[in-house]
């Protein structure tokens, strides 16, 4: 069956290459790299060398790490010790794909690539047109192959319709926030109607979306929440090490004169908070902004890409994972503008420090395997309705901050 299907991959995928040694933030480091049943039996059957290797944790069987290093034992002087020996069949799943995501819709296999690889991030928010299909390299597919296409469509109609969604973020005249927005907005109107009309009216959503776009409801709390929320999802995340993430929140701490009481599992703002983010945002829209627009709406092709949006995901309807994206997206742009604090003459953060910082906060989002906390501090803080979305989306605080930040 397998045979018949066609599989395609994103642009930024065909030219990634993994680091090994090289590496800043390997992938076999502080994760839980889960192995199928099949990969177990493998080992059994072929290789019972391995087992030992095999451990349980984050899931039934995962690849064991070294207690001082965190570093999967398999890894050898920044390369996987299994790949070397034996080759990639006898690598797990996930070991295998990463950072591929592969899902299915309907007869294709789509292949796309997550931001929490230093390397795709590079290659991906860089170049032109990351997310454009060709043919894939890689002919393996995972075992647990999931297929996304809904009942009443089609793969080439299902195809077309989270196309339409990626073209319109890439479009030149659109900022990010613009192209979010107006998604949401038609991404409701989309719940209304039947699937099979999806493909007509999406672009007649997206071209008149502008026109149902409501006057911004600001609140003065919003960036720091969306840093609270990041915190307390780190909080009550499984511990383990993570420098490269621990770099960006030291950075958002200071540039918002802010610190994170993990009793209280809250961000505790200071008198300077205020002026503090009034500050970045004026330098974010004179210097940061404009220059890294482009690079913004690839981060936002991207997820679109990765999720196959609107069809997979967190979330439960295209609406919801419309708005996760959009959180993760001001959480990131956050982390640029508080990195922007570095470089007071208006000069842009080199590349790879805007790499560390996209790449850490996507590498601790895109394992968030519930999102059920992360759902509901998006329902309480308003930002599924639209007014507060954009509000939150425009990221203007220009007035004073309450006492106290929305409880979580
Ligand atoms: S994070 Fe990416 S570049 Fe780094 S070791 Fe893993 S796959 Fe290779």
């Known amino acids: 069956m397998l045979a018949m299907r066609t599989l395609r991959s994103i642009a930024a995928l065909e030219q990634f290459e993994c680091l090994g040694s090289a590496c800043e933030d390997t992938c076999c480091k502080g994760w839980g790299m889960q192995l ?14 391995l087992l030992d290797a095999i451990t349980s944790g984050e899931a039934q069987h995962i690849m064991r790490r070294d207690a001082q290093t965190d570093h999967c034992v398999k890894l050898e002087a920044g390369w996987c010790g299994i790949h070397r020996a034996y080759g990639t069949d006898f690598l797990g799943d996930a070991c295998n794909f990463f950072p591929r995501s592969t899902r299915s819709l309907g007869d294709d296999v789509v292949m796309s690539a997550s931001l929490s690889c230093p390397e795709v991030v590079r290659l991906a928010l860089w170049h032109e047109n990351p997310v454009a299909l060709g043919d894939a390299r890689e002919q393996r597919v995972p075992y647990g192959l999931k297929d996304y296409l809904p009942e009443s469509l089609d793969t080439q109609q299902a195809y077309a319709v989270h196309r339409i969604f990626i073209d319109y973020m890439l479009r030149e005249d659109l900022t990010a926030e613009d192209a979010l927005m107006h998604s949401a907005i038609s991404a409701d ?57 621990d770099h960006t929140l030291m950075d958002m701490y200071s540039a918002l004169a802010v610190h994170f009481d993990a009793q209280q599992l809250s961000i505790m703002i200071s008198e300077q908070s205020s002026a503090s983010y009034a500050n970045l945002y004026d330098r974010w829209e004179r210097y940061g902004n404009q220059a890294l627009q482009p690079m913004l709406k690839r981060w936002c092709a991207m997820q679109y890409s990765v999720q196959l949006f609107p069809y997979a995901g967190h979330g439960s309807n295209a609406r919801e994972r419309l708005n996760l994206i959009a959180v993760r997206y001001a959480i990131t742009r956050l982390g640029l503008m508080c990195l922007m604090m570095h470089y007071p003459d208006g000069t842009l953060p080199p590349q790879e420090a805007q790499i560390r ?35 939150m989306l425009q990221g203007g605080l220009r007035i004073q901050l309450p006492d106290a930040l929305c409880a979580i």
């Open 189 to 245: 109107a989309l719940a209304s109607i039947a699937m099979t009309d999806w493909i007509e009216a999406l672009p007649f959503y997206l071209r008149t979306a502008s026109g149902r776009v409501p006057q911004p409801e600001v609140q003065p709390s919003d960036a720091f929440n969306l840093l609270n929320m990041l915190c307390v999802l780190i909080a009550l995340s499984k511990p383990t090490s993570r420098p490269r993430l």
């Open 36 to 49: 199928t049943a099949e990969t177990v039996e493998r080992y059994r059957t072929h290789a019972p060398e």
């Open 357 to 391: 910082v996209v790449q850490s906060i996507a590498r601790f989002m895109d394992h968030l395997s519930d999102p059920t906390t992360l759902l509901s501090m998006v329902h309480h803080l308003g930002w599924m309705h639209n007014a507060r979305l954009r509000g």
